[in-house]
């Protein structure tokens, strides 16, 4: 898959500038910490997804390794 493709999209309050992602599978402290500049404030936003994945070979296989990526975009 090439495109990225859509997941969700709207609009979300926040009250604190700072947004945090953390890890979906437990045993992975993977966290970070994101400053939008401002709180109090009505996003627009979108999430989307993409899935990346070794090509198909004779024998082997459908996908050896398998990647998705996930992009949240934030604007007023």
Not at 24 to 50: C, H, I, M, N
């Amino acid at each position: 898959m090439d495109a990225w493709e859509e997941l969700w999209a709207g609009r979300l309050f926040l009250k604190s500038e700072l947004v945090g992602v953390v890890a979906w599978a437990a045993g992975y402290p993977y966290r970070l910490e994101f400053d939008l500049g401002q709180g109090e404030t009505t996003w627009s936003a979108r999430v989307v997804t993409k899935i990346l994945q070794t090509e198909e070979e004779a024998g082997f296989p459908e996908a050896i390794a398998q990647v998705e990526l996930y992009k949240i975009q934030f604007w007023t």
